[in-house]
T-cell receptor
Framework: GQQLNQSPQSMFIQEGEDVSMNCTSSSIFNTWLWYKQDPGEGPVLLIALYKAGELTSNGRLTAQFGITRKDSFLNISASIPSDVGIYFCAGQFTDSNYQLIWGAGTKLIIKP | DGGITQSPKYLFRKEGQNVTLSCEQNLNHDAMYWYRQDPGQGLRLIYYSQIVNDFQKGDIAEGYSVSREKKESFPLTVTSAQKNPTAFYLC???????????FGNGTRLTVT
């Protein structure tokens, strides 16, 4: 079946550092989505990407839809304590949510 | 405020018992979903419903059942046939089968 490889699995960073994580797939996607999950809560959509090569920002977050349509990255600039949580990528072949494929998540931990 | 409410937050059951997880939304969304989340894995789709009185199996439906008698409600029953039911369960909804998923805050089920 389809698989998404998300890396790194976890990151330990200092406050103020930039963060980068990515997802790769063996298959082509039409949509890439990035969600964040805070402890004890459900995921919240951060950025949606719909076109190959698209670069989209949401505050300190920037995400790109890879040219090959098989990968995407998420960057966070100047990390702050509230950035901690688990970040998930999700890919979609069609417009239907029931065909979303999820990455395993990147856990972001900020060292005091 | 509109949103998705999952209850209870924590649920404990003995092996062999069926248990029902509640999910209610007041977003007037047509589509609703149940996901299972295990540590180190991406979200996996259990069941989804695009309209009242209709639902479809997701990737891991065995041992689970759902109903959709009202637009606002999509309860999930974890049956005794589910071999490994201990997990974090997330309910989500979307306007139709497309568009951003809105998640509830999850129910953590522990079966001993």
């Amino acid at each position: 079946g389809q698989q998404l490889n998300q890396s790194p699995q976890s990151m330990f960073i200092q406050e103020g550092e930039d963060v980068s994580m990515n997802c790769t797939s063996s298959s082509i996607f039409n949509t890439w989505l990035w969600y964040k999950q805070d402890p004890g809560e459900g995921p919240v959509l951060l950025i949606a990407l719909y076109k190959a090569g698209e670069l989209t920002s949401n505050g300190r977050l920037t995400a790109q839809f890879g040219i090959t349509r098989k990968d995407s990255f998420l960057n966070i600039s100047a990390s702050i304590p509230s950035d901690v949580g688990i970040y998930f990528c999700a890919g979609q072949f069609t417009d239907s949510n029931y065909q979303l494929i999820w990455g395993a998540g990147t856990k972001l931990i900020i060292k005091p | 405020d509109g949103g998705i409410t999952q209850s209870p937050k924590y649920l404990f059951r003995k092996e062999g018992q069926n248990v029902t997880l509640s999910c209610e939304q007041n977003l007037n969304h047509d589509a609703m979903y149940w996901y299972r989340q295990d540590p180190g894995q991406g979200l996996r789709l259990i069941y989804y419903s695009q309209i009242v009185n209709d639902f479809q199996k997701g990737d891991i439906a065995e041992g689970y059942s759902v109903s959709r008698e009202k637009k606002e409600s999509f309860p999930l029953t974890v049956t005794s046939a589910q071999k490994n039911p201990t997990a974090f369960y997330l309910c989500a909804s979307s306007m139709q089968s497309q568009g951003p998923l809105h998640f509830g805050n999850g129910t953590r089920l522990t079966v001993t």
